[in-house]
T-cell receptor
Framework: GNSVTQMEGPVTLSEEAFLTINCTYT??????LFWYVQYPGEGLQLLLK?????DKGSNKGFEATYRKETTSFHLEKGSVQVSDSAVYFC??????????FGQGTELSVKP | DAGVIQSPRHEVTEMGQEVTLRCKPI?????LFWYRQTMMRGLELLIY????????DSGMPEDRFSAKMPNASFSTLKIQPSEPRDSAVYFC????????????FGPGTRLTVL
């Protein structure tokens, strides 16, 4: 079946540090991949997505590359800010199915 | 656009009471989703609708939960009777199309059942 596994949090970084949040998936065929972000007290919102292998999604300084050979979609940012503190969810969609979310990774950025 | 609107934002109730959560999707969106978020289980899809018709309710935990979408601009999630283990944040989301279309989430309803 389809599943998403994210690195466990919380991840605590200092401002301007490099961020990587790992995400791997299991799926048949060619799923679309997403990162959603949930800021404190809010609902989730789409951060970026990629719909085919080797695609790179990017937004707000965040990037993730769809790697079919390693079934991964790791989220990266070169220099995090305090305002990036949130919970990040990796998700996949496979044809005819539902959006499958990972368990979420909490990021805390300290000044 | 106002985004997805949910009410109430917070609900505290006693065990055994009926609880009704409400959602207004973004106008023109054909899909509506109900999710539940807890620390233990993460984010779970409960049910989703396409053009007001329930498509998949396999995530509804038990018969105490029911959801309706009487028209394109309104949906309810009802719990009767409520139990303490139903305490969670309930999110409604809508999307223009199905599948991989971007889902737009409401701010959620934090439910506490005492």
């Amino acid at each position: 079946g389809n599943s998403v596994t994210q690195m466990e949090g919380p991840v605590t970084l200092s401002e301007e540090a490099f961020l990587t949040i790992n995400c791997t998936y299991t799926a048949t065929g060619y799923p679309s991949l997403f990162w959603y972000v949930q800021y404190p007290g809010e609902g989730l919102q789409l951060l970026l997505k990629a719909t085919k292998a080797d695609d790179k999604g990017s937004n707000k300084g965040f990037e993730a590359t769809y790697r079919k050979e390693t079934t991964s979609f790791h989220l990266e940012k070169g220099s995090v800010q305090v305002s990036d503190s949130a919970v990040y969810f990796c998700a996949l969609y496979n044809q005819g199915g539902k959006l499958i979310f990972g368990q979420g990774t909490e990021l805390s950025v300290k000044p | 656009d106002a985004g997805v609107i949910q009410s109430p934002r917070h609900e505290v109730t006693e065990m055994g009471q009926e609880v009704t959560l409400r959602c207004k999707p973004i106008s023109g969106h054909d899909y509506l989703f109900w999710y539940r978020q807890t620390m233990m289980r993460g984010l779970e899809l409960l049910i989703y609708f396409n053009n007001n018709v329930p498509i998949d309710d396999s995530g509804m935990p038990e018969d105490r939960f029911s959801a309706k979408m009487p028209n394109a601009s309104f949906s309810t999630l009802k719990i009767q009777p409520s139990e303490p283990r139903d305490s969670a944040v309930y999110f409604c989301a809508s999307s223009l199309g199905g599948g991989g279309d971007t889902q737009y989430f409401g701010p959620g309803t934090r439910l506490t059942v005492l």
